[in-house]
């Protein structure tokens, strides 16, 4: 695998693009300031291309300029999609297979989060990115808490309908407010259940670095842009090597 | 053969006095049931009117001890069935305590027992307690002057829509610097953001707070100082800027009565979003909602109803006629509560699926619409939220789009897009560059609505007339089955919602013969003593 710079125009040219506000009023020390910003980012040369004062304490900059950074991506780690990606159809027949009943998966928004669009998008049956939610999935049960559901609550709910997945969603968050809610979550189920019996933990939002699943004591971490089939997949995969 | 053209979709008057008639059949029984009961965030509204105001140590509101030890007291006797004023006053005539504050310290210390007076002594306890809440409408009626004054005296915003900008930093002493400049940057509007977890608090928090999630607290004292600062911003800049809050959640009509009594401009105030949104019950919403829309009169309030979250979750092209249904119903229950068009603040959005074709023209279809069936009413028109990605440049020219439609179909409230909406709460560049789109629309094509007509039988006139009809049968459907109904069965952004669940459901009460609340009694008659 060769090293890549960034595409501006040329191969090899390097070049990105960078906005940003200083807090000081514009002047061309200002200019002068933003550019040393932008050197300093590893941009040389750097384009100043736009000064804007917004009132009289800040000023917006728009810099144009070649990087001296390479990328390597083979030094890159990411959390590849390990699990065979499976059509609502496959999906249904994988659950019948390996648990010969129907799937129930449990939704919430935990925490003060209000923002349900999450867990909306991956649950209701309207979908997301022209792919069908999990509802639409004859062999699963989804049972969606909405939003603002605290930790107790979604445990005991999940007893309850012996949920086989938990599916939790945080969008709005301040102060990594999702990464100790998660946390939180995670705990709650390991105290309340058998190891082997606990369902699968799945945390999703724009704001997760996916690798963290470890850390933060869940089975799979999904970040922006996740499609409810890659939900649906994921957990027909698990569960199906559970069951086996 | 050819008659006149009606307003730019052609829509027979006929056809809307339908919809509305519908929606005021759909409503009434709404409202008699609203009028059979009460709840705690009711009566709690009415002892703050009463001048009640404060906290314990650990922070309980004193109408929050107050209220639940006459509950607690008069448990066998009917509870909250029969208001608080009366138990209430008459423990203050009895001389168990010199005022409402020292009354509430008692009773939370249990020094004190309430009952439910009769004869004499209720009537006593009636007009006493009339008199204290009717001081505290004074000073609504006082602060409604108040504004009216100051914006005679510094000017209204210079054109329409008037622009509304948030602010959301948790910490009202960064909200302030921050609500200044949006004010100095053009902003007509400011909104303080609500910390998310507030609508389900069953108390107003008290004083000036610092910590908050995704926004700020909404309190008596954090009102207060915003409104002293923009007053600073108003003279400066020499236009009265508008604030704006929440009144809604559990304690909507208490948030309405402290939003009368420091001036607070605009109020978010939806008859059904607590109920779909928040999991509240459907009964303690409209109870609530009825009380918070007098307050609202009285107090000259614009508020802002909250249709645009239909299409956050609904499909907008598919659920555009629920936004007109909501929209009437919203209407029927504004005006019924004593509010005037100019107060009707009616939401929708530009949320359809910039994939979809036509996208564009759908909008304009939907956005004329709300405009020509509500003529006098300053529609909030609200910003995409739902197709907001990543891709800040993408959104930055949906968001001219947006603008663009608000212009071109007289919008009278127009909530700033952010290009980063879903990416960061918006940083001070992200607003600058709204503005500046918003300011680059405005100055560019402010005025093209003027030229603006639609073709006769086209595309946006088929379309809206096609809304129209499908919110007609939605009514129709509402008034066969009952409101109540048809948000358990949920017609209304995908949410089922029974009317015997929910949250604060233990907090609504049938209303006992006996019943009095001062506060009901002054708004209805518009009385001052």
């Excluded at chain 1, 960078?18 to 300093?40: C, D, I, R, W, Y």
């Excluded at chain 1, 027949?93 to 799937?103: D, E, G, I």
């Excluded at chain 2, 709404?30 to 009117?49: C, D, F, G, K, S």
């Amino acid at each position: 695998m060769t090293v890549l710079v960034p595409y501006g125009d040329t191969t090899g040219d390097g070049m990105v693009q960078l906005s940003f506000t200083l807090p000081m009023p514009h002047s061309k020390v200002a200019e002068g300031s933003a550019v040393q910003l932008a050197n300093k980012m590893g941009m040389d040369p750097a384009l100043l291309v736009h000064a804007k004062p917004m009132g009289p304490d800040f000023t917006f900059f728009v810099v144009y300029g070649r990087v001296n950074h390479v990328v390597d991506p083979s030094q890159v780690q990411v959390v590849e999609r390990d699990y065979p990606l499976l059509t609502p159809k496959e999906v249904n027949a994988a659950v019948k297979r390996s648990l010969r009943r129907r799937l129930t998966v449990v939704g919430a928004c935990i925490g003060t989060d209000a923002h349900t669009v999450g867990i909306d998008a991956i649950l209701n049956i309207k979908g997301f990115a022209g792919e069908k939610g999990l509802e639409y999935y004859r062999e699963l049960k989804v049972v969606n808490l909405g939003a603002q559901v605290s930790v107790p609550q979604l445990v005991e709910r999940a007893r309850a309908e012996k949920a086989d997945a938990v599916l939790v969603s945080q969008v709005v968050t301040q102060r990594d407010a999702h990464l100790l809610n998660t946390r939180e979550m995670s705990a709650a189920f390991r105290e309340s259940y058998p190891a082997d019996r606990r369902p699968l933990l799945i945390v999703g939002g724009p704001r997760f670095d996916e690798t963290m699943a470890g850390e933060l004591g869940v089975d799979r971490v999904f970040g922006r842009g996740t499609t409810p089939g890659e939900v649906a997949s994921f957990i027909a995969h698990k569960l199906a090597r559970k069951a086996a | 053969m050819s008659r006149p053209p009606r307003g730019k979709l052609d829509l027979d008057p006929a056809t809307v006095r339908h919809a509305r008639s519908l929606a005021r059949k759909a409503g009434r029984p709404i409202v008699r049931m609203a009028q059979e009961h009460t709840t705690v965030a009711v009566e709690r509204a009415t002892l703050r009117l009463a001048g009640l105001g404060g906290a314990d140590e650990e922070g309980t509101p004193w109408v929050n001890r107050l209220a639940d030890t006459v509950r607690a007291d008069l448990h066998d006797d009917g509870g909250l069935a029969h208001g608080v004023a009366l138990p209430v006053w008459d423990a203050l005539l009895r001389g168990e305590a010199e005022d409402l504050s020292v009354l509430a310290q008692k009773a939370a210390a249990g020094s004190v027992r309430f009952r439910l007076p009769e004869g004499r002594d209720a009537q006593r306890a009636r007009t006493a307690s009339r008199k204290a809440v009717a001081a505290g409408l004074r000073t609504v009626d006082r602060r409604r002057a108040e504004r009216d004054r100051m914006v005679k005296r510094h000017g209204d915003a210079p054109r329409q829509p008037w622009i509304y900008l948030i602010v959301a930093t948790g910490d009202i002493y960064e909200d302030i610097p921050q609500a200044q400049q949006a004010a100095r940057e053009g902003a007509d509007v400011i909104a303080v953001i609500r910390s998310t977890g507030q609508s389900l608090l069953d108390f107003v928090p008290e004083g000036a707070t610092r910590e908050g999630y995704a926004g700020t607290y909404a309190t008596q004292e954090n009102f207060r100082l915003m409104r002293a600062a923009l007053d600073e911003s108003s003279k400066e800049l020499g236009r009265y800027v508008r604030l704006t809050n929440y009144a809604s959640g559990l304690c909507m009509p208490e948030i309405a009565a402290l939003a009368g009594l420091e001036r607070l401009d605009m109020m978010l105030n939806d008859s059904m979003y607590g109920i779909l949104f928040r999991d509240i019950n459907p009964v303690r919403t409209f109870v609530d909602q009825r009380f918070s829309r007098q307050v609202h009169a009285r107090a000259g309030i614009i508020i802002n109803t909250g249709e645009d979250n239909y299409l956050t979750t609904a499909d907008a092209v598919e659920a555009a006629h629920t936004v007109t249904t909501s929209q009437l119903l919203n209407e029927y229950f504004a005006k019924e509560a004593g509010l005037e068009d100019w107060q009707l603040g009616l939401g929708h959005a530009f949320e359809i699926d910039p994939a979809v074709p036509d996208s564009f023209r759908l909008e304009l279809a939907h956005a004329l619409l709300a405009r020509e069936v509500f003529p006098k009413a300053p529609l909030k028109w609200m910003p995409p939220t739902r197709h907001m990605t990543g891709d800040v440049f993408k959104g930055n020219l949906l968001d001219g789009f947006f603008n663009l439609a608000g212009a071109l179909t007289g919008q009278g409230i127009l909530l700033v897009g952010m290009m980063t909406e879903a990416v960061v709460t918006p940083w001070l560049s992200d607003r600058d560059i709204a503005l500046q789109n918003v300011r680059y629309v405005m100055d560019a094509a402010g005025r093209l609505h003027e030229d603006f007509h639609p073709t006769p039988g086209g595309f946006i006139q088929q379309r809206a007339h096609q809304v129209l009809a499908e919110s007609i049968e939605l009514l129709d459907q509402i008034v066969d089955e009952g409101l109540l109904q048809a948000i358990a069965d949920g017609t209304f952004g995908l949410m089922k919602r029974p009317a015997d669940a929910g949250r604060g459901l233990d907090g609504v009460a049938r209303k006992s013969e006996a019943f009095y609340n001062p506060a009901t009694d002054l708004l209805e008659e518009g009385a001052t003593r």
